[in-house]
């Protein structure tokens, strides 16, 4: 049924798209290397038998039309990478799908539901600090405000779209509006499962990541002759407000935060730094307790300015909340872990992923797949062949399911 070599053979070529020196994977969004992973996905789709189009935004769609006149059934994930990203994040969600599909049509299988398999552009934010561009499109939630948002070069979405020689198209056109459900496969990138012994677990949710960036101004000055209480050093302000987001954010169970990006400026040895800007990921299940956390991080950065004499400023890059996965997807996809023999375990994402933005469009569900040591966003991301086999044979036994 599943072609397993085939599915390993695949993420192997298009892990090959962008590779670093040291074995990751650099695919930001628009990029010359995303328009050839994303051809090379547009062949593997085709090979599956889907008829292939993009979208205003770019999202690769592969589509099947079924034999009825019913909602589609719309599968997918991205991919796009982080900096030095891991080949499975995102391309095992979309290269899986189209493994399924494949395999139905090879058995000469029809589907009664259109079904639709997405590799949406841009999950990751990592070029625009604004991620899940494709999927926010179909959604019907992408603005065109959004598309002036710009990358460090002050290129904005739109530029970028129209620099990969898409096709122009209204904003409105990218919006799936007659959709049975939406599912998911993706790494777990977390530990649970292996900790379980579980190839393959149920999600019951996905926290909903919060980005903010801080902007600390002080005062650049010489390193040499400013002496130590006459300074208005960011740098200083910046770490112990960053010290004290890992504190706060210990005493809250289920939340957690990030100070992934940190830019000084000038950023000279002898300069004293006058400038700062970090952003925060923060992420909960629970929105209330990520909202307060927010606040309590906030009032500290406002007192270490006022006390320090700097110029704070914060902008919210994105604000996402929870998403509960459907209750009866989350059956189905529970009864096709028990008939693969498999425990089920369910458990909920830590990781944001593009079914997010789907929230109040469709309902959604998501297979997860083991992460080897849970590690992800890094070139040592690993899940093994067998477990991929396994993510493969639930989709499709949910997929017989839904299609019923
Ligand atoms: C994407 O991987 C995210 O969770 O930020
Ligand atoms: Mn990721
Ligand atoms: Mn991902």
């Not at 009825?68 to 080949?87: C, F, Q, R, Y």
Request: aromatic letters at 6%; one cysteine or more; hydrophobic letters at 40%.
């Amino acid at each position: 049924m599943i072609n397993i070599q085939r599915l390993s053979e695949h993420i192997e070529q298009l892990s090959r798209i962008g590779r670093t020196a040291d074995g990751g994977i650099d695919r930001f969004s628009y990029t010359d290397h995303d328009i050839k992973a994303n051809e090379l996905v547009a062949q593997y789709m085709k090979a599956a038998g889907l008829n292939v189009h993009y979208d205003a935004v770019g999202n690769l769609i592969g589509s099947d039309e079924g034999t009825e006149d019913l909602p589609a059934i719309v599968l997918g994930s991205h991919i796009d990478t982080v900096p030095n990203g891991g080949k499975f994040d995102g391309s095992l969600g979309v290269l899986v799908a189209i493994e399924v599909i494949h395999s139905f049509k090879e058995q000469g299988i029809e589907f009664r539901h259109p079904v639709k398999v997405i590799a949406f552009r841009d999950e990751e934010g990592t070029r625009f600090g604004f991620g899940m561009i494709g999927s926010r499109a179909v959604a019907g939630t992408l603005t065109t405000a959004d598309l002036q948002r710009m990358d460090e070069d002050g290129i904005t979405i739109e530029q970028a779209i129209a620099n990969c020689g898409l096709e122009k198209k209204s904003l409105s056109s990218t919006r799936l509006n007659h959709v049975k459900c939406y599912l998911e496969v993706h790494i777990e990138q977390g530990k649970v499962l292996e900790a379980k012994g579980a190839a393959v677990g149920n999600v019951t949710g996905i926290a909903g990541p919060l980005w903010l960036k801080f902007q600390l101004t002080g005062l650049a000055e010489h390193a040499g002759t400013t002496p130590m209480n006459q300074r208005q050093d960011a740098l200083v302000g910046a770490s112990l407000i960053i010290a004290e987001v890992e504190k706060m954010t210990k005493r809250y169970n289920s939340s957690v935060a990030t100070v992934g990006k940190l830019i000084v400026k000038p950023n000279g040895v002898n300069v004293i730094p006058g400038e700062v800007e970090w952003t925060i990921d923060m992420r909960d299940i629970d929105e209330a307790q990520r909202d307060q956390l927010e606040r309590e991080i906030k009032q500290y950065a406002e007192a270490v300015a006022r006390e320090r004499q700097l110029g704070l400023h914060v902008i919210e890059l994105q604000r996402v909340e929870p998403v509960h996965c459907d209750k009866i997807l989350q059956a189905l996809i529970k009864e096709s872990i028990q008939e693969i023999g498999e425990t089920v375990v369910s458990l909920p994402s830590g990781a944001g992923h593009d079914a997010m933005q789907f929230k109040d469009c469709f309902p959604v569900g998501m297979i997860f797949v083991r992460s080897k040591d849970g590690i992800s966003h890094n070139p040592k991301e690993f899940t093994a062949e067998e477990d991929m086999l396994k993510a493969a044979q639930v989709l499709y036994k949910t997929m017989v399911k839904l299609d019923r």
